[in-house]
């Protein structure tokens, strides 16, 4: 089966500095150049990743995170945003909203290829696992199906945002280990942990209160002083 990267919409010109790179690495480069042209292409072919070049800007901010978290919800294949905004601020938002790398379209094409396959792998290595049956995490009564991305506690469905999502499970699939807010940052976000502490601290607030029956008294998801949090 031939392997194929989609590329969409294509405004800063990333599918022609890839392509050749692609091609040596045995990936075909396929082209939507609109949002329906972008769902039928998932709808009708099969890919291994998905590089989504948005307009994160004044006028196109809102619009190009929709789309991200549209996406998202289509498909779980991985997803790299590409744009020529370098703001903190907008690589964060897309990873919220459900990407899995952010890269500015000035970056290194070699660096691309890199993060391409990095991802590419980690996914190829989560759908062998989903074959295996391997792809659930259970910590008592809380358990996370990674092949439907659903969480309960208790048989009660718990809706977790996307980054909500990978902090839990990033902790369950390490069981009993703590992670410092720098791990869990540079692990999720991809970025230099800077300014960590409070971002971390505010998502884990969140999950617990739509986890924990008490949060103050965590059951699943527990701070290890001095060090950071785990789960069970």
Not at 205 to 216: D, G, Q
């Amino acid at each position: 089966m031939e392997k194929k990267i989609l590329v969409y919409n294509n405004k800063t010109g990333i599918a022609g500095k890839m392509e050749p790179l692609f091609e040596m690495e045995g990936f075909a480069t396929v082209v939507a150049a609109d949002v329906e042209r972008l769902k039928r292409a998932l709808e009708r072919e099969t890919f291994q990743l998905m590089l989504v070049d948005v307009e994160l800007n004044d006028k196109g901010w809102d619009k190009g995170i929709g789309l991200i978290a549209a996406l998202r919800k289509q498909s779980s294949l991985p997803l790299i945003v590409v744009s020529e905004q370098s703001a903190e601020t907008a690589k964060i938002m897309a990873l919220e909203s459900g990407a899995d790398d952010y890269v500015t379209a000035d970056c290194n094409p070699l660096e691309l290829l890199a993060r391409v396959k990095s991802q590419i792998r980690r996914y190829s290595q989560l759908v062998s696992m989903c074959a295996g049956g391997s792809r659930i995490y259970q910590v008592d009564d809380l358990v996370i199906d990674d092949v439907r991305r659903t969480v309960t506690v208790e048989g009660r469905a718990v809706r977790l945002t996307p980054i909500e999502y990978k902090i839990l499970r990033l902790l369950a699939q390490q069981k009993g280990k703590a992670l410092s807010n720098s791990q869990i940052y540079e692990t999720i976000w991809h970025m230099q942990a800077i300014g960590a502490d409070n971002t971390i601290a505010v998502h884990i607030r969140h999950i617990r209160e739509k986890i924990e029956s008490n949060p103050r008294e965590p059951r699943y998801l527990k701070a290890v002083w001095g060090t950071g949090y785990k789960v069970g």
